[in-house]
Nanobody, 114 residues
């Protein structure tokens, strides 16, 4: 399983970014997926997850109401729409896919300036 994350960048506080994670698999809809992030000097933390069908989602409290996770099983792609970004959202964002084992993407840098 190979996961390719993209969409990171530099944005001012209050701005928006949309991250994408594309998987090179034949049965994308079988994978539960999600995002973690890791800020400098901190441990990797959970951000959001989405069920196989996309019908269920879960978020860490700090991003609820600002971030939206979604997926397009026809395009083998998962998204993280990030609105009202804050400087504390600055981190490398990693996507993952779960089916029997967890697979990670390479990470994409998000930097939010104040």
């Amino acid at each position: 399983v190979q996961l390719q994350a993209s969409g990171g960048g530099l944005v001012q506080a209050g701005g928006s970014l949309r991250l994408s994670c594309t998987a090179s698999v034949r049965t994308f809809s079988m994978y539960r997926m999600g995002w973690f992030r890791q800020a400098p000097g901190k441990e990797r933390e959970f951000v959001a997850a989405i069920s196989r069908s996309g019908g269920r989602t879960v978020y860490t409290d700090s991003v609820k109401g600002r971030f939206t996770i979604s997926r397009d099983n026809g395009r083998n792609t998962m998204y993280l729409q990030m609105n009202s970004l804050k400087p504390e959202d600055t981190a490398v964002y990693y996507c993952y896919a779960d089916v029997q084992a967890r697979y990670w993407g390479q990470g994409t840098q998000v930097t939010v300036s104040s």
